[in-house]
């Protein structure tokens, strides 16, 4: 490879470290050869040549790194013991130094590797690797090294195309060109393992190819824009396209490293002038990425391995464009091949995983490996079901518990094989919830329900599973279990009885599949898409469905990582300075008080004074350490632009996308989450709020049709808006569309107000829209949306006008740990209401107020505040005694505001948030949103301001005859 295009400097320091590396490799190998058994100097020639291989494979030296790669592959078999050093094995290593060594001087002479003929060693080092060296073997010709790999391809013979390659023949029949990209023949898809160095090496890896993903959409992006092309774009995403590659080569992730090979060949010819910019070379580059995308999504950090993805057919596109220097040949290529994946990956997207359990089928796995999973799932169905019916009868069986904990790993197990990972990892929490049980002294029968449903939810996800896997009805294996008579067991551990049997025996079965794993590990490589995670989030029942999304959330890989300027840390470092010189003088006032050498009112003016400077100091080190977590939120905008071209086209709609505030900064925490659900709002905003151009045009707008996404400082949140210049919604029509799906009864229609129906585009299964597309229209994601906003504390802000648009605001805090509350009595207990919602506090008389619609109100400044017993709220005992005056809290949620009665107002603090976990969650407890633990130990429960609104608007329709402001004192005549 040229050095035409590559950094002097870093080739300088190239050169000095191979050759320091290859210095290191000879004499050590020349003493290896007399002490064979030296172990460790094995390893000191296995470190240098693993070096040389990554550092070639950085800059791309192709030739260097795949004789490196082969030499290095040697010796750790020798490392291993897998081979034994022999004089020939010996004189193969040091023939492929000496070619190496030929290589690096070559480079940095002529600026090329040269015609230094590697094969011959290749060919021998494989032979030694198969055990078959034989030093008379004829020469054959040369493997091909990582990037040579996928050229070979084109001239491959011809095989049958995928799905993708047959939709783009259909689609280009009135084509000219022959041109037709075939899949690798020979491509092995089985897993196969990184090359890393030292902890973290590949998680740094995929966070930088991440970031470098999100830049290569950004520049392209930019260079549609630039009809002429940008130089400094251009070679922004060269350099992008180059880094990955070094990236890649450095682990050994060979299809990365040959696909970006070759877009980085592409992009220097563009950069050179060779090649014009155009729309065509912009879609070929971005589907080079979408594929590059999908194959950093394969890497498993926790194994380190890789699952392959067959990118040859891309690789020969880009091979053809860069020989042709024209796009037209591989054109209706890109259009159709590239579109149809892209399609089937929005749909599935926007389905929420519905559709994706039909892309099983039996076809994909051994016909004996789905046989053995129906049969092993069904007998551990049933197994659970017993085990449980007989632990309702008698939960004091630990042969049962044993025995329930078997059957669940046996489905772990059996999931994971077949590679239906999501059930894998729902079973894998049950049976940490059993082993739990059972390893504690706790009452097992405590533990019963949450199992049951644990239970009903992992039946439907793997009934599902095999309907789709076997492509037959799958029967339920636990109906006739209640019909059964089980005998529970006896205490006695003596004979044990047909029944514990019948439960145990089966959860031996795994062996039989464990074996096969290391046996025929096809099956499970045969489904790159491997998409049954998903199929098994789409239970039978409403409960299962909420219950089996959560699964997939640890799919979702968030960055670990956060960049901080140097500064901030400086700065927290002279915190901690002072905190220690703090931490000292307390030491020394309580010596003095032992000691008695100062006098008691002395020591407490110096404690004040040091306990008024250690206020200070936490103070500043919590304003460091929350400047240190923020990020700006340009990290989850940066994927709008690709995601609202993609639309565009696919919608046949003209859109632009304005973005406001990149730059404003939001806890790391809060970043990481709110990107879902502005993918969702988004793409609602494109499908349904913008009107198509006939539209458009007969409502006198511009054709081009307008989203804005906004981030903003609002008081102590932060806000977001998107907004559309589309149609619009009509709250009347809403209403509508709710009666008609059963969401709302035609009586909440009418006591609704307009700000009301707008918010019913938020209920599970609403959807306004009159056609069902691939973008949106199920009615899946809105409700999602919601939710997440309220998991992060905050809210979500609608407004529409018919004609104009409509706007969505994301209300958030800035950071989910620290926040400043007003501490209120009610009923003898103390609750936390978040500052930022708190719109004044005050105290009226009692003479003041005033029934409205049947519920209290009062005049406060012109303005009409609805008034209500926070305790009547909450279901809290209410103050019998005749108050005269009231304590008030009035809360605003965005524009409306609502007077609570509490019986004390306290004081302002700082509180930590804590969640309320798993367990009080599932008791739905409307109006808390956390909790906090106060100085003295005790806890306290912290209010959500939204939500306490919304119950008051359904305790005033509720009470009619009874109103919400029963529990305030009668108004006086």
């Known amino acids: 490879?040229?050095?035409?295009?590559?950094?002097?400097?870093?080739?300088?320091?190239?050169?000095?470290?191979?050759?320091?590396?290859?210095?290191?490799?000879?004499?050590?190998?020349?003493?290896?050869?007399?002490?064979?058994?030296?172990?460790?100097?094995?390893?000191?020639?296995?470190?240098?040549m693993h070096s040389l291989k990554g550092a070639s494979g950085f800059l791309g030296l192709n030739k260097i790194n795949g004789l490196a790669h082969k030499a290095e592959n040697i010796l750790d078999e020798l490392r291993q013991g897998s081979m034994q050093v022999t004089e020939s094995i010996m004189d193969l290593i040091l023939s492929a130094t000496d070619a190496l060594r030929v290589m690096v001087e070559n480079l940095e002479s002529t600026g090329v590797e040269g015609d230094v003929d590697t094969a011959p060693i290749i060919e021998k080092i494989e032979l030694a690797l198969e055990g078959k060296l034989d030093d008379a073997a004829p020469a054959v010709s040369p493997d091909p090294v990582v990037v040579e790999e996928v050229t070979a391809?084109?001239?491959?013979?011809?095989?049958?195309?995928?799905?993708?390659?047959?939709?783009?023949?259909?689609?280009?029949?009135?084509?000219?060109?022959?041109?037709?990209?075939?899949?690798?023949?020979?491509?092995?898809?089985?897993?196969?393992?990184?090359?890393?160095?030292?902890?973290?090496?590949?998680?740094?890896?995929?966070?930088?190819?991440?970031?470098?993903?999100?830049?290569?959409?950004?520049?392209?992006?930019?260079?549609?824009?630039?009809?002429?092309?940008?130089?400094?774009?251009?070679?922004?995403?060269?350099?992008?396209?180059?880094?990955?590659?070094?990236?890649?080569?450095?682990?050994g992730f060979k299809e990365l490293n040959a696909l970006t090979h070759e877009a980085e060949t592409l992009l220097n010819n563009v950069r050179k002038g060779d090649m014009p910019c155009s729309q065509g070379l912009?879609?070929?580059?971005?589907?080079?990425?979408?594929?590059?995308?999908?194959?950093?999504?394969?890497?498993?950090?926790?194994?380190?391995?890789?699952?392959?993805?067959?990118?040859?057919?891309?690789?020969?596109?880009?091979?053809?464009?860069?020989?042709?220097?024209?796009?037209?040949?591989?054109?209706?290529?890109?259009?159709?091949?590239?579109?149809?994946?892209?399609?089937?990956?929005?749909?599935?997207?926007?389905?929420?995983?519905?559709?994706?359990?039909?892309?099983?089928?039996?076809?994909?796995?051994?016909?004996?490996?789905?046989?053995?999973?129906?049969?092993?799932?069904?007998?551990?169905?049933?197994?659970?079901a017993i085990a449980l019916k007989m632990l309702r009868e008698d939960a004091g069986q630990p042969d049962m518990v044993d025995a329930l904990f078997r059957t669940f790993q046996t489905i772990q197990n059996s999931a994971g094989y077949m590679g239906l990972d999501d059930i894998k990892e729902y079973a894998g929490r049950t049976v940490g919830l059993v082993d739990q049980g059972r390893k504690t002294d706790m009452d097992f029968t405590l533990m019963l329900d949450i199992l049951d449903q644990e239970f009903a939810i992992l039946k439907d996800m793997l009934l599902a599973a095999l309907e789709?896997?076997?492509?037959?009805?799958?029967?339920?294996?636990?109906?006739?279990?209640?019909?059964?008579?089980?005998?529970?067991?006896?205490?006695?551990?003596?004979?044990?009885?047909?029944?514990?049997?019948?439960?145990?025996?089966?959860?031996?079965?795994?062996?039989?599949?464990?074996?096969?794993?290391?046996?025929?590990p096809a099956p499970v490589a045969s489904t790159p898409p491997a998409p049954a995670p998903k199929a098994a989030a789409k239970p039978a029942t409403p409960a299962a469905t909420k219950a089996a999304a959560a699964p997939q959330a640890p799919k979702v890989k968030a960055s670990s990582t956060i960049r901080v300027d140097h500064h901030k840390l400086d700065h927290l470092?002279?915190?901690?300075?002072?905190?220690?010189?703090?931490?000292?003088?307390?030491?020394?006032?309580?010596?003095?008080?032992?000691?008695?050498?100062?006098?008691?009112?002395?020591?407490?003016?110096?404690?004040?004074?040091?306990?008024?400077?250690?206020?200070?100091?936490?103070?500043?080190?919590?304003?460091?350490?929350?400047?240190?977590?923020?990020?700006?939120?340009?990290?989850?905008?940066?994927?709008?632009?690709?995601l609202v071209r993609d639309l565009s086209r696919k919608s046949g709609k003209q859109v632009e996308l304005i973005m406001e505030g990149e730059e404003t900064e939001f806890d790391k925490s809060v970043v990481e989450e709110i990107g879902d659900p502005l993918v969702h709002l988004v793409r609602n905003a494109v499908d349904h709020g913008l009107e198509d151009e006939q539209a458009r045009i007969a409502a006198g707008k511009s054709i081009k049709g307008h989203v804005w996404l906004r981030a903003y400082h609002k008081g102590n949140s932060v806000a977001i808006e998107v907004e559309d210049d589309g149609?619009?919604?009509?709250?009347?029509?809403?209403?509508?569309v709710a009666i008609r799906k059963g969401v709302i009864t035609p009586e909440e229609a009418n006591a609704m107000d307009d700000r009301e129906a707008l918010d019913l585009i938020f209920a599970p299964g609403f959807s306004s829209a009159e056609k069902v597309t691939d973008i949106s229209g199920r009615g899946v994601?809105?409700?999602?949306?919601?939710?997440?906003?309220?998991?992060?504390?905050?809210?979500?802000?609608?407004?529409?006008?018919?004609?104009?648009?409509?706007?969505?605001?994301?209300?958030?805090?800035?950071?989910?740990?620290?926040?400043?509350?007003?501490?209120?009595?009610?009923?003898?207990?103390?609750?936390?209401?978040?500052?930022?919602?708190?719109?004044?506090?005050?105290?009226?008389?009692?003479?003041?107020?005033?029934?409205?619609?049947?519920?209290?109100?009062?005049?406060?400044?012109?303005?009409v505040l609805g008034v209500v017993e926070l305790s009547e709220l909450l279901g809290l005992p209410q103050k019998e005694d005749e108050r005269e005056v009231l304590p008030m809290v009035v809360i605003q949620d965005n524009d409306r505001r609502l007077g609570l009665v509490v019986d004390r107002l306290l004081e302002r603090q700082e509180i930590v948030i804590k969640p309320l976990g798993q367990y009080l969650n599932n008791f739905n407890l409307q109006g808390l949103s956390g909790a906090t633990i106060m100085g003295d130990g005790s806890?306290?429960?912290?209010?959500?301001?939204?939500?306490i609104y919304s119950l008051s608007t359904q305790l005033g329709r509720k009470q009619e005859t009874a109103p919400i402001g029963a529990g305030l004192p009668p108004t006086k005549a």
Request: overall charge negative.
């Open 282 to 384: 912009f879609d070929l580059l971005l589907a080079a990425v979408d594929l590059i995308e999908e194959l950093v999504s394969k890497v498993d950090t926790e194994s380190n391995k890789v699952s392959p993805i067959d990118t040859s057919v891309m690789v020969q596109m880009l091979q053809k464009v860069t020989e042709e220097g024209d796009v037209s040949e591989v054109q209706g290529l890109i259009e159709n091949g590239s579109k149809a994946s892209a399609d089937k990956a929005e749909t599935s997207d926007a389905k929420g995983g519905e559709e994706t359990v039909a892309d099983i089928s039996s076809s994909d796995y051994d016909p004996e490996d789905v046989s053995l999973f129906v049969s092993t799932i069904n007998q551990q169905l049933e197994s659970a």
């Open 153 to 251: 391809d084109q001239d491959a013979a011809p095989v049958e195309s995928d799905a993708s390659i047959a939709e783009s023949d259909i689609g280009n029949e009135g084509m000219t060109t022959s041109f037709r990209p075939q899949p690798d023949p020979n491509f092995d898809n089985t897993p196969y393992l990184l090359t890393t160095v030292g902890e973290g090496h590949l998680a740094d890896f995929l966070e930088e190819a991440q970031e470098i993903i999100e830049n290569l959409n950004r520049c392209l992006l930019a260079l549609e824009g630039e009809p002429e092309g940008d130089d400094e774009l251009i070679n922004d995403t060269f350099r992008y396209f180059h880094n990955l590659k070094g990236n890649s080569g450095i682990i």
């Open 727 to 736: 149609r619009g919604m009509d709250p009347e029509k809403l209403k509508q």
């Open 468 to 520: 789709k896997v076997s492509g037959a009805a799958a029967p339920d294996p636990t109906k006739n279990v209640a019909t059964k008579k089980v005998s529970p067991a006896p205490s006695k551990p003596a004979p044990e009885p047909a029944q514990v049997e019948e439960v145990s025996a089966p959860a031996e079965v795994p062996a039989e599949p464990q074996q096969q794993v290391s046996e025929k």
């Open 939 to 947: 806890v306290v429960l912290i209010l959500d301001p939204h939500e």
């Open 1 to 48: 490879m040229s050095q035409e295009f590559l950094d002097s400097e870093i080739l300088a320091d190239f050169f000095v470290e191979a050759k320091e590396h290859l210095e290191t490799i000879e004499p050590n190998l020349l003493e290896l050869e007399k002490s064979p058994e030296n172990l460790g100097l094995l390893n000191e020639i296995f470190r240098p």
């Open 573 to 642: 470092m002279n915190v901690i300075g002072e905190l220690i010189i703090n931490r000292n003088r307390y030491a020394m006032l309580a010596r003095a008080l032992e000691e008695g050498h100062e006098d008691v009112h002395v020591v407490a003016q110096q404690l004040t004074e040091t306990t008024y400077a250690m206020a200070r100091i936490s103070d500043d080190l919590q304003d460091t350490i929350m400047k240190v977590r923020m990020v700006p939120v340009q990290s989850v905008f940066s994927r709008f632009p690709r």
């Open 781 to 863: 994601g809105m409700d999602v949306v919601k939710t997440n906003i309220k998991n992060l504390k905050g809210s979500v802000h609608t407004q529409s006008e018919v004609g104009k648009g409509t706007k969505l605001t994301l209300t958030l805090p800035l950071t989910l740990a620290i926040i400043d509350a007003l501490m209120v009595q009610v009923a003898g207990d103390t609750f936390a209401i978040p500052l930022d919602a708190v719109s004044e506090t005050t105290k009226i008389d009692v003479d003041k107020l005033s029934d409205v619609n049947k519920r209290k109100a009062v005049t406060l400044r012109g303005e």
